[in-house]
């Protein structure tokens, strides 16, 4: 079973910078695509940024947000700088191999998701 677990979420000032953390077990995920989403209350989940054979992010993020991953450690990262109070969402990390050749950032198809890590800015 394939395991996708997000950590450091929480709540962080306007302008703070965390990092969250996405450990996939189970699999070598090195030709995985691998994707950040986030859900707001009320809202669709939607794309924040992806990493397969390229680098995307979602317009809103872009300059912002980094996504990285280590294939050693099975770990995929999301840099979050100069946070704003609307980037307060649940923050979901998914996991695919068909998309590894591709910028795909829809909601559906993807293999894996893990739980969840709650993000809140507060202004």
């Known amino acids: 079973q394939v395991q996708l677990v997000e950590s450091g979420g929480g709540l962080v000032q306007a302008g703070g910078s965390p990092r969250l953390s996405c450990a996939a077990s189970?699999?070598?995920?090195?030709?995985?695509?691998m994707g950040w989403f986030r859900q707001a209350p009320g809202k669709e989940r939607e794309f924040v940024a992806g990493?397969?054979?390229?680098?995307y992010y979602a317009d809103s993020v872009k300059g912002r947000f980094t996504i990285s991953k280590d294939n050693d450690k099975n770990t995929v990262y999301l840099q979050m700088n100069s946070l704003k109070p609307e980037d307060t969402a649940v923050y979901y990390c998914?996991?695919?191999?068909?998309?590894?050749?591709?910028?795909?950032?829809?909601?559906?198809?993807?293999?894996?998701w893990g739980q969840g890590t709650q993000v809140t800015v507060s202004s």
């Open positions: 189970g699999r070598t995920f090195a030709r995985y695509a």
């Open positions: 998914a996991a695919d191999t068909e998309f590894y050749s591709s910028r795909y950032t829809g909601n559906s198809g993807w293999e894996y």
């Open positions: 990493i397969s054979a390229f680098l």
